[in-house]
């Protein structure tokens, strides 16, 4: 059977200071783009780390400039420091992967045209382009200022075929379906959230959500999670086609996971009950020919049923309405990193 050495980064931010801090009253726009070179300067220290061990592949945790912290209170500054695909940020990571001579999925915002992407970026071991993922599921607060992506994709490499689902992508277990179905064998989840998208005191939700996803859907899954703010929350971690943790990092220092396994894909076992009373060794190939894809047509509806039950929520659209969210955002946020009290009786997805 062919190894295969999947390594995720498990990465905290510099902290912002009064000047960085977009929600401090003495921000300053050259004390943000230094901070962020720092992030970034962390985040290919750590790939260097990684690179030592001889990884086939290198997953970095979410947005490795920490942009997303600039988002509410500064778009424009976001705009302004986005980066296009090829350019700074990647040129340095080509180079990177084809000096450790393994691949690299990064994940930080793109620019094309008008519109900003939150992107993972995949190179090759040569330090090649391989292709890219632009997230499609986005929660409210960063649709003002990213643009979802619109295909689901799954990309060919010597190591299997590799999908993407980025932060909360992972809640809709369509998304990692979709990569199931178009043949994905890995699928890399950095993220900074951990859990549900509704309020829970269990950080267990997160593990599981990678375990069960990598599972159901049969495919190895790389999680690498940033490292919270206040102390350790979730963890990095590979997870095996059969729903094991293979090897993880929960701690609140920067690290990197490493695992060697074994690329089982079709998980093969044929001397298990269902492989007997069907005929097929295939675990994943059961799963494959055993769907009824006629009984599930409300997952594609338009308006399935459980809309009726929603029709008059009133989901925030009007720009108005969005401008007083944004302030009381922004309120929040600055409350979080003071460490006062705020309105919000959670916030940890």
């Known amino acids: 059977m062919k190894m295969i050495k999947l390594a995720a980064l498990r990465t905290g931010f510099e902290p912002a200071d009064e000047f960085s801090n977009p929600y401090s009253k003495r921000f300053d726009r050259a004390a943000a783009y230094d901070l962020m070179e720092k992030n970034r300067l962390r985040t290919f220290g750590l790939l260097c780390e990684a690179g030592k061990t001889k990884p086939d592949l290198a997953l970095t945790s979410i947005s490795i400039d920490n942009m997303m912290m600039y988002g509410q209170p500064c778009p424009d500054l976001v705009a302004r420091a986005v980066e296009t695909i090829p350019g700074p940020t990647s040129d340095r990571l080509s180079e990177l992967a084809k000096t450790f001579e393994m691949m690299i999925a990064a994940s930080y915002n793109e620019r094309d045209g008008d519109d900003i992407y939150s992107t ?112 350790p929350g979730g963890k990095s971690c590979v997870v095996s086609p059969r729903g094991a943790i293979l090897a993880e990092n929960a701690g609140n220092k920067d690290g990197v996971v490493v695992a060697e396994c074994g690329a089982d894909f079709d998980i093969t076992e044929p001397k298990h009950h269902f492989a007997f009373t069907s005929g097929a060794d295939s675990a994943r190939a059961r799963y494959a020919v055993e769907r009824v894809p006629s009984a599930y047509a409300e997952l594609t509806a338009r308006v399935p049923a459980l809309m009726e039950r929603y029709a008059g929520v009133p989901f925030a659209v009007e720009s108005e309405k969005i401008e007083e969210i944004k302030r009381h955002e922004i309120e929040f946020q600055r409350a979080m990193y003071d460490k006062k009290p705020h309105f919000l009786e959670s916030y940890h997805w």
Do not use: Q
Request: aromatic share 8%; hydrophobic share 40%.
């Open 120 to 231: 993972v970026v995949l190179f090759g071991k040569k330090g090649e382009l391989i292709g890219k993922y632009r997230k499609v599921h986005l929660p409210a607060h960063e649709k003002w200022t990213v643009t979802p992506g619109r295909e689901i994709n799954v990309m060919k490499t010597e190591i299997g075929n590799i999908g993407v689902a980025i932060c909360h992508d992972i809640a809709f277990p369509e998304h990692c379906r979709t990569l199931a179905m178009k043949g994905a064998d890995i699928i890399l989840y950095p993220t900074d959230g951990w859990g549900a998208t509704y309020s829970t005191a269990d950080c267990n939700m997160g593990e599981a959500l990678v375990r069960i996803r990598a599972s159901e859907n049969a495919c190895f899954l790389v999680a690498a999670k940033t490292i919270p703010y206040g102390g």
